[in-house]
Structure formats: C-alpha cells, structure tokens
C-alpha cells in the first residue's frame, strides 16, 4: 500500500449524518485524488487536487467534499447529501506529470457503510 | 463514465496456464496502466505502457497496446494461485488532465 494511509479502516454511519474519511500520504506527491469503488465495479473518481488548495470534481462528486490544507492530506467528507454512500473508498496520489507518464499508489481504503 | 472496458469480465483458469485480458478505451490517451486489486485491497501498480509503445515486459507481464483500435492486452504467463486478483486498465488522456479513467476489472481466479 506504499507510503499511504487510510482511516479507518470501516466506518458505520447513521443516514443523516457527516463522516469524514481521513488519507494521508508521504510520498511528497502533489496530485491526490478520490475513488468510490462498488461491488464488482470499477473505480469512479470523486474529486482530485494536483496541487495544495486546490481541487476539482470528478465523475461523482455530488454529495462529498475535500480539503486540500497540507500537502500531505486529502480529506473526504460524505455528507448526508449522498443517498447511497455504502461502498469502498479508495484515496491514491501521484506526482504530477510533465512529460513523463507516472503511476498511482493507493491507499488501503475505507469501507463505509450505512446503517 | 468509465473509458476503459476489459473483457473478459471474469476468468478462471489452472495453475500454470497463460491468462490473457482485454482493455478497451474510447479517447486519445497518454499511457495505459494496468493495476491489480486484491479482494478487498488497494490496487497496486503492475506496468505503464506509453501511447507510442507497442509491447512492454515485466516479468511474467506482458502488456501491449494497439492505439488504432484503442485496446490493450494483458498476458500473465505460468499463473499461480497468488495471481487470483481483480485486474484493471487505466489511461490517462492527452488533454493535460491528470485524472485516469479505470476500466471495470476482470477477475481472475487461479486455480491450484
């Protein structure tokens, strides 16, 4: 799981409530980013940051919020917005690419699930 | 939405055998990777493939890519039961963007 941490490790949440899903990374990577993973699917990208302070949204964004305040550190807060959040989180970073081709390392990740 | 697509969606086969699975993807791309996934894991980093590459070895990976029909292959040769994992394509497009793009899997189940 290289130099990326993931917290915890399964999460319960009560439908209406916010739960912040916690990646740290020591790789000194620039880019971070965020993956919902579904039984039997494929990743699908919720938000990513190349740089500190800033982000963008994915393919799924609606109903989660990021922060990018360190370079370190790229939180995910699933808000009572998001109607089905029961799934696997995964968090990756990557330097950021200039004409080289770079691969991610990924995170361990959360399993979240609503009860 | 996904661009990559592998095929087979699942693929079980004996110890020993050569494993073969199949990316497909929709846009121009920088490079492809290919991951693998644990059940229940991270995924981790197999091999990169860039866009003007046509083969690539790694060990009993081989990987190639065919921009003009905007597919690639993975060959895992003498599997093991250790290889039984979930197996995914990633590409990354040419526009600057730094998202990748992942395929739905293919799992592999090898058997002793």
């Known amino acids: 799981d290289g130099g990326i941490t993931q917290s915890p490790k399964y999460l319960f949440r009560k439908e209406g409530q916010n739960v912040t899903l916690s990646c740290e990374q020591n790789?000194?990577?620039?880019?971070m980013y965020w993956y919902r993973q579904d039984p039997g699917q494929g990743l699908r990208l919720i938000y990513y940051?190349?740089?500190?302070?800033?982000?963008q949204k994915g393919d799924i964004a609606e109903g989660y919020s990021v922060s990018r305040e360190k370079k370190e550190s790229f939180p995910l807060t699933v808000t009572s917005a998001q109607k089905n959040p029961t799934a696997f989180y995964l968090c990756?970073?990557?330097?950021?690419?200039?004409?080289?081709?770079?691969?991610?390392?990924f995170g361990p990740g959360t399993r979240l699930t609503v009860l | 939405s996904q661009q990559g697509e592998e095929d087979p969606q699942a693929l079980s086969i004996q110890e020993g055998e050569n494993a073969t699975m199949n990316c497909s993807y929709k846009?121009?791309?920088?490079?492809l990777q290919w991951y693998r996934q644990n059940s229940g894991r991270g995924l981790v980093h197999l091999i990169l493939?860039?866009?003007?590459?046509r083969e690539k070895h790694s060990g009993r990976l081989r990987v190639t890519l065919d921009t003009s029909k905007k597919s690639s292959s993975l060959l895992i040769t003498a599997s093991r039961a250790a290889d039984t994992a979930s197996y995914f394509c990633?590409?990354?497009?040419?526009?600057?963007?730094?998202?990748?793009?992942f395929g739905t899997g293919t799992r592999l189940k090898v058997l002793a």
């Open positions: 990756a970073s990557s330097i950021v690419p200039s004409t080289l081709a770079n691969e991610q390392f």
């Open positions: 790789l000194n990577h620039d880019a």
């Open positions: 940051s190349q740089i500190v302070n800033d982000f």
């Open positions: 846009t121009s791309i920088n490079n």
């Open positions: 493939i860039r866009s003007n590459e």
């Open positions: 990633a590409t990354r497009r040419t526009s600057g963007t730094y998202k990748y793009i």
